[in-house]
């Protein structure tokens, strides 16, 4: 009964922080001159808006911050796919802050484990356009699509975005791991000589952070899933 009396109340929570970002956003908008005669409206507005564009950030990390412990504490020992639960917080937060890079990558999980494999691969696809010098979600998208959609060509192209220049990772241990799964696209593609410089980089990576990397987890065989 608590936990649903806290569902409620986070529910309720969530159209508030919603209902004041929109009516700020409005206010902000309303305080926009139609033309640019005034320059002081046009600078009011301009900073209104990058106000709010703060607010909405710094709520979607307040709502992370909230569910990321439920994710991995109070529901640890339930399978990912069935926390569907998290669904409509990551709508809410992609929402807030399109940039936000978590729920692209958790929820097409969810949502293919479920069955709801268009669902899944527009998710995911629209974190890599989002937020597209991610290393995390263009690995994500290539792998979605290399598992679970029937366009290899395109599991390449994000493949390639991946391992180029462009790219940001959190750490090397989120690029060791996602390389692996890069070098399941490459090979299933049968480009070879690709595979083979991702899987160079992946050595590389194993003798510089070798000791940091948990024992399961990660795709070592080359298959594109994870290995447990």
Do not use: C
């Amino acid at each position: 009964m608590g936990h649903s009396l806290g569902r409620v109340q986070i529910a309720l929570l969530l159209v508030l922080l919603l209902a004041v970002v929109l009516v700020g956003q409005s206010v902000a908008d309303a305080s926009m001159p139609v033309s640019q005669v005034s320059g002081t409206g046009v600078v009011l507005g301009r900073a209104s808006f990058a106000y709010l564009t703060g607010v909405r950030v710094f709520i979607a990390q307040v709502l992370w911050n909230r569910i990321d412990p439920i994710l991995h504490e109070y529901y640890s020992g339930v399978p990912l796919h069935k926390q569907t639960y998290m669904l409509t917080t990551f709508n809410v937060i992609t929402l807030l802050d399109p940039q936000f890079e978590q729920p692209y990558y958790i929820g097409p999980w969810i949502l293919a484990r479920e069955g709801h494999v268009d669902a899944a691969l527009e998710l995911s696809a629209k974190g890599a356009a989002n937020v597209p010098d991610s290393g995390l979600l263009r690995t994500s998208y290539a792998q979605m699509l290399f598992l679970y959609g029937s366009d290899l060509d395109e599991a390449v192209k994000q493949a390639n975005v991946a391992t180029s220049g462009s790219i940001r990772w959190l750490d090397a241990i989120e690029q060791h791991d996602s390389y692996g799964i890069l070098r399941a696209v490459y090979m299933k593609a049968g480009m070879t000589d690709q595979a083979a410089e991702v899987l160079r980089v992946i050595e590389r990576l194993d003798a510089e952070i070798g000791d940091q990397l948990p024992a399961e987890g990660h795709d070592h065989n080359g298959d594109g899933k994870p290995d447990h």
